[in-house]
């Protein structure tokens, strides 16, 4: 069942109604709950998978469980250092199961989501050592982690904000203007999704297609055009078609009780790629921020204070490496991640350079001015557009549209 289909909106409204004539929080719980499952049986396409996924899960609430009540970081490392394997191999990574025997890469393995089970069960479980989760329960948790609104692609929610809407799931009428919001979010995030994202991802496939032929050379103008084609046509294609599917999340959540946390806001318009990242998939870049980069160079700062500034560079270019192969097992996903690196530490050095020269106050006044916001909206766009090139395909793939236009612009 595909988001932006008929049968899915016709099951959310259907739960809707549904929801607001419940007259009990268990009630609306338990109705959300059989769809969560019916959503999950929907995707998960034979048994091994649906065990694997149940063991996946079950491990992290007893962990979680375990370490409040006794806290251990050397148990927590541990345990986390298997879960990261284990998904691993369900993803298929190749530098993990070129090694692996036959036996354990031979099932057929397909956990839809599984990419963002695991970031939350790793946010939930560093949250429960560090106290911030203090009595989880596995029904709360089982339906945080399948929640049907945020199973396939985010956001990623908080356990402890899922945890408070769970318990109240309101069930009082909406004012008619906020209706009307909903709904009409809902029909923007159809049609962005649906339509307007399908036509440029279309006109991307006719750009792609013609600089991917082999030792083709196409005509000046032609190769410009279609370089032009990927280079701007799938970076709006994944903007339209990613935001419209949250819009579509986003409103049904809000029509059942659960409000998602926003995940975009206005990206191609950020005038750094620090500022990219906290408008694009923006529960991605704060989960990174939170779970990952902070805690990294936090241990570098305490082991390495006098070369913390330095060692900052090293753990954005791992945080970033992480973003990349988390997206997927292909080394053009990790190529992605470096440029993001190089793009998010070229701003940092540029931020201290002005700041070295002329001060916080200049850096200010720098930052205020009208032409310098343009020129770096401009070029931060067109970065993200250059390391998209790497998103859709394969390396050797994209080097052969660069090496077509290449040819025909000689």
């Known amino acids: 069942m595909n988001v932006p289909s008929l049968q899915f909106l016709a099951a959310v409204f259907l739960l809707s109604a549904t929801v607001i004539c419940l007259p009990s929080v268990r009630l609306r719980q338990a109705v959300l709950a059989l769809c969560n499952a019916g959503f999950l049986y929907l995707l998960i396409p034979n048994t091994a998978s649906g065990f694997a996924l149940g063991i996946f899960l079950l491990s992290g609430y007893g962990m979680a469980r375990m370490l409040i009540k006794w806290p251990s970081y050397l148990v927590l490392s541990a ?3 298997i879960l990261i394997a284990v998904f691993l191999v369900i993803k298929r990574y190749e530098f993990i199961t070129f090694y692996l025997p036959d036996v354990i890469t031979a099932y057929e393995l397909k956990i839809v989501g599984l990419s963002y089970i695991l970031f939350r069960q790793i946010h939930f479980l560093v949250d429960a050592i560090q106290g911030q989760i203090e009595t989880p329960s596995l029904w709360s948790f089982a339906n945080y982690q399948l929640n049907l609104f945020a199973l396939l692609s985010g956001p990623i929610q908080r356990y402890q904000d899922f945890h408070d809407q769970w318990n109240q799931l309101s069930s009082k009428p909406k004012h008619s203007f906020e209706v009307q919001a909903i709904y009409f979010r809902l029909l923007v995030g ?8 399908t036509a440029f991802f279309a006109l991307y496939q006719r750009s792609a297609l013609a600089l991917g032929q082999e030792a083709s050379q196409l005509p000046r103008g032609i190769a410009i055009e279609h370089f032009f084609g990927i280079l701007y046509f799938y970076p709006l294609y ?3 078609n990613f935001s419209g599917y949250c819009d579509v999340v986003i409103a049904g959540a809000v029509l059942i009780g659960i409000r998602l946390p926003e995940n975009f806001d206005q990206p191609y318009l950020a005038r750094n790629v620090i500022d990219y990242w906290t408008r694009w ?6 989960w990174i921020r939170d779970y990952l980069f902070t805690p990294l160079y936090k241990a570098v700062a305490e082991n390495w204070p006098e070369r913390a500034d ?7 270019f791992i945080a970033f490496f992480v973003v ?16 993001q690196a190089v793009g998010v530490s070229a701003a940092k050095l540029w931020e201290r350079h002005i700041v070295k020269r002329r001060g916080r106050v200049g850096l200010k006044q720098y ?8 020129a770096a909206i401009v070029a931060t766009l067109h970065f993200e557009c250059i390391s998209l090139l790497f998103f859709p395909t394969d390396v050797h793939t994209t080097v052969q549209m660069l090496r077509t236009v290449w040819r025909s612009l000689r």
């Open 79 to 81: 345990y986390l250092i």
């Open 310 to 316: 330095s060692l900052a560079f090293l753990c954005y």
């Open 367 to 374: 930052l205020q001015s009208y032409r310098v916001r343009i």
């Open 324 to 339: 990349g192969i988390w997206h997927g097992p292909t080394a053009n996903f990790v190529i992605y991640g470096l440029f």
């Open 238 to 240: 994944l903007y339209l």
């Open 190 to 197: 159809v049609v962005k999704m649906a339509v307007i994202a």
């Open 281 to 286: 998939h923006r529960t991605l870049g704060f």
